[in-house]
């Protein structure tokens, strides 16, 4: 309902802390609800990560976590410029949970009730003209859409990122969000500069969504009123400068990081991450395809009627022209949202973030402007017409919600139990070799060479639960290229490797491309400095094998011969050979990087152990 006395537009300051209160509530127990969804049906079932991102921000959270134990927060702050993350919201967002939670698979997942209440407060901002019982109404609609619980149950920044983006394009063009047009073009520079940091390897994208949310906001100024083409140009200007003001300093200082990733991603290993896809799939893809299905399902059916009804709307009764210009300006971004990761050949439901929050933005301004109509003109039948449209889309959003998509089948379970079963088996085979070499090992860890990377099965989640178990000096790595000259140096290397014998229908491993995954089985099995450990059933039919060091066998062929459990004395520091190696080829202990991974330094090694 629009009310007669503008004083009343808004809270007054003594109503904001109840209503903020209530909306903190919502989005507590709808994260809570996702949460426990995921733990008994869905991915947090399972001690791996789910999806390979996931894993890598919990694993770099839990890593930058200790470094703020050891540390501090001076050295935090240091190795976030060192070694930046690849998305700083995500991976402190993780180190934030597991900080406040303690180490649990939720913990991270916990701090996406900030985006939640995010969701809710713009909603209830767009409808700030109407009743609460409309405006919270409308914000547990908003709750229904399947990708908002997506929100709560992926880990990864782009839906945050395109939330934030989605924020700043209407708080541009809808005048209810902001009265005042140079607040408006400000909170537009901050709204993408913040999308750009959340997520910063997706910030040509969103650069480029920038360049057509101005073009497309100038143009409507011009519309609007041709005297103030001058006016248009200097308001763009202030969002440009605001958003330079906001992102420059990060980019500035971690760009070179950046821009490796992005040109890694889009142009030297494209070829790992292309989906194989027909052309209407690609064109359906965030419609009704895979991602549309998941994200969007019925709902893309009441939205887009939402927006069609408010069309009919404006044709019968005419909305004001500005209103009217600004919501086909949404539109026209929408559009632009959804027309360029669709051209793109690598294909993820959360690159549809932004397209599907303008969707449900765009569907609730146009319902805001048509609510408002002067053709309903008595304010009670205005009264009563909003809140039996908010609770009919409550009722059918509800009927047509669903859940994440479930994880549940018996492969998914055989792949976790064999990644916790191959942590167990290096933890068991590192203190078997501290047995035999009679000292104990410091620090306790291992190089891991992996040769598959899948969903559930890949570096980052391995690295993570092992992380999650205190072994933090376990280093696993993998490799990508068909390259047998690469995959025989990091053999060398590792103490142990991960490797699978064929072409499984469950890893869906990206390297079957290059049949990396069968040739890099045959050539670990075929060396005799590496022994088969241990194999775990990944389905009926697939094994994953563990293969270790065979310590009765030397490494080089020349140059003296230091033995498991020999202790070494240099500059007065004690060293333990942990694996049969020749000395000559390499530099002494203790004096460069290629010692580290056969020498342990020893704090008081046991007496009995042969001394040189």
């Not at 991976?91 to 991270?108: C, E, K, R, S, Y």
């Not at 782009?158 to 909170?187: D, K, Q």
């Not at 088996?425 to 501290?434: K, P, Y």
């Amino acid at each position: 309902m629009a009310p007669t006395n503008k004083a009343k537009i808004g809270y007054p300051f003594r109503r904001t802390f109840p209503v903020l209160a209530v909306y903190t509530t919502v989005a507590i127990v709808f994260t809570a609800a996702v949460i426990q969804f995921s733990l008994f049906h869905g991915q947090l079932r399972f001690a791996l990560p789910a999806h390979d991102d996931d894993a890598y921000y919990m694993r770099d959270g839990i890593a930058r976590l200790e470094v703020l134990y050891d540390e501090g927060l001076i050295g935090l702050s240091a190795s976030l410029t060192s070694d930046p993350p690849k998305s700083p919201y995500s991976t402190l967002a993780a180190m934030a949970g597991f900080l406040v939670f303690g180490v649990h698979d939720w913990a991270p997942y916990a701090t996406n009730v900030g985006i939640i209440l995010l969701l809710l407060l713009f909603i209830d901002r767009v409808f700030r003209h109407f009743s609460l019982r409309v405006r919270f109404l409308l914000a547990l609609f908003a709750l229904t859409c399947p990708f908002v619980s997506v929100s709560v149950y992926s880990f990864k920044p782009h839906l945050l990122s395109g939330l934030v983006c989605a924020i700043a394009v209407v708080a541009l063009f809808n005048p209810t969000v902001i009265t005042r047009p140079r607040l408006r073009y400000v909170a537009a520079g901050v709204g993408f500069a913040l999308a750009m940091i959340i997520k910063p390897t997706a910030a040509p994208y969103y650069a480029g969504v920038f360049a057509a949310t101005l073009s497309v906001a100038f143009c409507a100024e011009v519309l609007l009123d041709r005297a103030k083409l001058r006016l248009a140009v200097a308001r763009s200007g202030i969002s440009v400068g605001v958003l330079l003001v906001v992102a420059l300093p990060y980019f500035a200082t971690n760009g070179r990081f950046i821009a490796r990733y992005i040109f890694r991603a889009l142009v030297s290993d494209r070829h790992l991450w292309v989906d194989e896809l027909s052309t209407l799939d690609h064109a359906l893809y965030y419609l009704t395809g895979q991602a549309g299905e998941e994200m969007l399902s019925s709902h893309g059916y009441i939205l887009v009627s939402l927006l069609c009804i408010a069309g009919l709307t404006n044709v019968r009764w005419r909305w004001r022209k500005a209103e009217s210009y600004g919501l086909i300006a949404i539109l026209l971004i929408m559009a632009v949202a959804w027309l360029v990761p669709t051209i793109a050949s690598v294909k993820n439901r959360e690159f549809g973030g932004l397209f599907f929050f303008l969707l449900l933005f765009s569907s609730m301004t146009a319902l805001a402007h048509s609510l408002r109509l002067r053709g309903l003109k008595r304010r009670t039948l205005r009264r009563h017409a909003s809140i039996v449209i908010s609770a009919a889309l409550v009722v059918g959003g509800l009927a047509c919600a669903k859940w994440p998509n479930l994880w549940s089948n018996a492969d998914q379970m055989l792949i976790d139990t064999a990644g916790g079963g191959l942590i167990n088996e290096i933890d068991a085979n590192l203190i078997e070799q501290e047995l035999r070499a009679g000292v104990r090992l410091r620090p306790f860890g291992a190089t891991v060479q992996l040769t598959v990377w899948a969903q559930f099965f890949n570096k980052n989640a391995l690295e993570y639960l092992a992380k999650k178990r205190g072994r933090n000096n376990y280093r696993f790595r993998t490799f990508f290229a068909d390259d047998e000259a690469q995959w025989q140096r990091l053999f060398d290397e590792a103490d142990f490797v991960i490797a699978h014998g064929g072409r499984s229908s469950v890893i869906r491993s990206r390297h079957e491309a290059a049949q990396v995954t069968v040739k890099s089985f045959r050539m670990i099995r075929a060396r005799d400095d590496f022994v088969e450990l241990a194999s775990f059933p990944i389905s009926e039919r697939d094994r994953i094998f563990l293969f270790g060091r065979n310590f009765s066998r030397g490494v080089w062929d020349s140059g003296a011969d230091y033995r498991p459990g020999e202790i070494v004395e240099l500059d007065g520091q004690r060293f333990a050979c942990i694996r049969s190696i020749r000395a000559a080829s390499q530099k002494r202990p203790g004096t460069g990087e290629d010692w580290t991974r056969f020498w342990r330094l020893l704090g008081e090694p046991d007496s009995n152990a042969p001394t040189r």
